[in-house]
């Protein structure tokens, strides 16, 4: 079931619906805000609507590589059943 959450957000209140506990949407506003003081921090313009695209693409970097590493480590066991499959039957 999902429970609306209020999230403030580079100073702005937000309702947001979301079926995570609470401490998790805490989570997820903590680490928003302070991705975006950190690239803001980096910034000599204070143009909030390029501190939120930078912070996109850094985020969606993020999340790709982890995607990368999901998928590989995958391939990875599964290459090591086939072996163990294969020295099982031996």
């Known amino acids: 079931m999902k429970t609306t959450h209020v999230v403030r957000v580079l100073g702005r209140e937000i309702s947001v619906k979301s079926s995570a506990p609470p401490e998790q949407v805490q989570g997820v506003e903590t ?15 204070g143009d909030a609507q390029l501190v939120l695209t930078l912070a996109l693409l850094n985020t969606a970097e993020e999340m790709l590589a ?11 066991e599964n290459r090591l059943r086939g072996i163990l499959e294969k020295l099982q039957s031996v």
Request: hydrophobic letters at 35%; a negative charge; glycine letters at 8%.
């Open 66 to 76: 982890l995607q990368n590493l999901k998928e590989t480590e995958q391939e990875a």
């Open 31 to 45: 680490y928003v805000n302070e991705r975006l003081m950190e690239i803001g921090g980096a910034l000599k313009s």
